[in-house]
């Protein structure tokens, strides 16, 4: 006599339980199971979902890590997920692309919990035929910094996971943090995670510290330990990410923005045109080629090296500050290469 398929009662509450279980390391537990399933309705046992996960389990890849603390089930490390349907080239693509540039600007939770989708997204790239174009499509696209390509620093897994938990949570952190020249680690108890800033290949905390008022920034490569403290972050009233960027803030602030005036040789000051300095730019040619710029920037060394890089392209001509530090700058590059 043939098995009974089964009912259809328990198909459904299986499929709800393969969703229910995350991905590796997260893992749940059967209690916590028992009560997400009895919230959408299916009234069961432990036992029923013991017998369940040990028969789920020789059909899909799930586990019981021994050392999950409490004890616990998960979907394997780049397993497919039962909620991911088959991929499209273009969703295939972007999901690819996604996981080539997002990399640091995700939460490490996040990436985890998409590592399903990339590893699905790699596969159905490797096996489509559609004119081997769409495979040869990641060959062919990268982004690059206008600048000169350094190499990452090391950032310790551990701290930034928890870093970026503890910013997607509004938690407080404690830190152990190694400034560039010092000798040892200092410790800062009460960090309140206010966003996280990627700048070319530097990755920045922007934060306030115990009860003070100003933000601060740290270099995420510096730290060498973050704990998660469950206490609330306290948030800066009117504190805007975009605003603090624009102020000139992460290009290192030398005080107020500025006016700045300057003259372009046409071949180093043309871009201008189509990527502009500031909203209130203006640019104009003058009877020798040459282009007349004006435009309120931040005032920041990142402005200065920038300048400084254009060589004998540009001459500043206010404000008197800068035009005075980019003479003394060049008059002592020059004094090095007299010899």
């Known amino acids: 006599m043939s098995e009974r398929p089964p009912r259809p009662s328990t198909i459904m509450r299986q499929w709800q ?11 749940i ?7 997400k399933l009895k919230a959408i309705d299916f009234a069961i046992g432990i036992r029923t979902i013991q017998r369940d996960l040990l028969d789920l389990a020789e059909i899909f890849p799930l586990t019981s890590p021994l050392d999950s603390k409490p004890f616990g089930w998960c979907w394997m490390e780049n397993a497919a997920r039962m909620d991911m ?5 273009p969703a295939a693509l972007t999901l690819a692309l996604m996981e080539q540039q997002l990399r640091h600007a995700l939460p490490p939770s996040t990436l985890d919990s998409m590592q399903p989708y990339f590893s699905a997204a790699r596969q159905t790239l490797n096996a489509t035929n559609e004119r081997a174009h769409a495979p040869a499509w990641l060959d062919k696209i990268r982004t690059i910094a206008p600048m000169q390509r350094l190499l990452a620093p090391v950032i310790d897994e551990a701290c930034q996971r928890n870093v970026y938990e503890a910013l997607l949570q509004d938690r407080q952190l404690k830190l152990r943090y190694k400034k560039r020249d010092a000798d040892a680690a200092v410790s800062y108890d009460a960090v309140h995670p206010l966003a996280i800033v990627q700048r070319g290949q530097l990755i920045y905390l922007v934060c306030l510290f115990a009860e003070y008022s100003d933000v601060r920034t740290l270099v995420l490569h510096r730290v060498q330990q973050a704990d998660i403290l469950y206490l609330p972050a306290r948030k800066k009233e009117g504190f805007d990410i975009d605003a603090y960027i624009a102020s000139g803030a992460m290009g290192i602030r030398e005080g107020e923005p ?4 300057a003259v372009f040789a046409r071949r180093s000051g043309e871009h201008l045109y189509e990527t502009p300095l500031s909203a ?10 040459a282009l007349h710029l004006t435009a309120t920037v931040p005032s920041t060394r990142e402005l200065q090296w920038w300048l400084l890089g254009l060589g ?7 404000p008197a500050t800068l035009r005075e530090q980019m003479k003394n700058t060049i008059a002592s590059m020059a004094s090095r290469y007299a010899a």
């Open 17 to 27: 339980m393969l969703r229910l279980i995350p991905q590796a390391p997260r893992t």
């Open 280 to 289: 209130d730019q203006q640019l104009r040619e003058r009877p020798d080629g």
């Open 85 to 89: 349907p088959g991929l499209s080239t």
């Open 312 to 318: 004998d392209g540009v001459e500043v001509l206010a």
């Open 29 to 35: 537990t059967v209690a916590e199971l028992h009560d």
């Open 258 to 261: 500025l006016r700045l005036e």
